[in-house]
């Protein structure tokens, strides 16, 4: 719920942030973690 609510602050839509993250999640270097962040302004499908 967390990562919903704070997505939805953050003017993101959580479906589509959810999907992004958990589709580039397998592959991201895990020293960039802060990267996928919804604040940073990551892109969206």
Same mark, same amino acid.
């Given at each position: *719920?967390?990562?919903?609510?704070?997505?939805? *602050?953050?003017?993101?839509?959580? %479906?589509?942030?959810?999907?992004?993250?958990?589709?580039?999640?397998?592959?991201?270097?895990?020293?960039? %973690?802060?990267? %996928?962040?919804?604040?940073?302004?990551?892109? %969206?499908?």
């Amino acid at each position: *719920m967390t990562i919903i609510e704070t997505a939805k *602050m953050n003017g993101v839509d959580p %479906l589509a942030y959810l999907a992004d993250v958990l589709d580039r999640n397998h592959d991201h270097n895990i020293s960039r %973690l802060d990267e %996928l962040l919804p604040w940073i302004g990551h892109p %969206l499908p």
